[in-house]
């Protein structure tokens, strides 16, 4: 008998200890991802092409992660001493990971643009409508990310801070539109504005995500979670 509690309780150490390595790897690619979304728009408006190489390239990085902290997650939910709670964390975590790794591609994309030097192309309100939109994205990334770290509930903050980044896109669009800028700037712009209002969108479902994790979400982010779910992580 004493041999099996020691036996169980080596377990529930070996549980806890991967949990928390897991907890602390969601943090690092929130970081991560942060720092990407904060660097590529920095990049882009100061036309700063190696700076936006690195970073381009640094998306490697956060896939990595991203690949590692799937599969801990993956091994620890199949494992018979992992409990309720853990186990719905896990399902949490598993959840998040694509909106977090898509998230890290759409700053990717932005830095490659950087890269081939658009921000130095846009016209001078459509230069200023990104970098709000940048802003605005860090924003809601930040709040996102501590809401994690904290496990406290911020997907209204969230979602005030999206309309806000959708309202931007819709005037940055109707910039694009206006013809200030050569054709092939224009399509550039628009992609780059898309890749903002994306972002936003997965950062508004990881902060409903987080108000499930710690049990605060509402009936209507629960389902509409749910429909993301059905849709694959490109869905808002």
Request: a negative charge.
């Amino acid at each position: 008998m004493a041999k099996r509690v020691v036996v169980e309780l080596d377990n529930t150490d070996q549980v806890t200890e991967t949990l928390e390595h897991i907890d602390r790897e969601v943090i690092k690619l929130f970081a991560l991802v942060g720092e990407g979304v904060a660097g590529a728009t920095h990049c882009l408006l100061d036309g700063d092409r190696e700076a936006a190489r690195v970073l381009a390239e640094s998306d490697e990085t956060i896939d990595a992660l991203y690949r590692e902290v799937e599969q801990l997650a993956q091994s620890q939910l199949a494992l018979r001493e992992t409990g309720p709670d853990e186990l719905r964390y896990l399902v949490a975590v598993l959840r998040m990971l694509p909106e977090l790794e898509r998230s890290g591609d759409l700053a990717e994309h932005v830095s490659r643009r950087a890269v081939r030097g658009l921000g130095v192309e846009l016209s001078p309100r459509a230069r200023g409508l990104v970098e709000q939109m940048g802003e605005v994205a860090c924003d809601m990334w930040r709040a996102t990310a501590d809401a994690y770290a904290d496990r406290a509930p911020v997907a209204d903050e969230v979602e005030e801070l999206d309309d806000e980044l959708d309202e931007l896109h819709v005037t940055l669009t109707a910039e694009i539109a206006s013809g200030s800028m050569p054709l092939p700037v224009a399509i550039e712009a628009a992609l780059v504005a898309r890749f903002y209002e994306r972002f936003g969108d997965h950062a508004v479902n990881l902060a409903r995500r987080i108000a499930v994790m710690v049990g605060r979400a509402t009936t209507g982010a629960t389902e509409r979670l749910r429909a993301a779910d059905r849709l694959g992580p490109r869905a808002k």
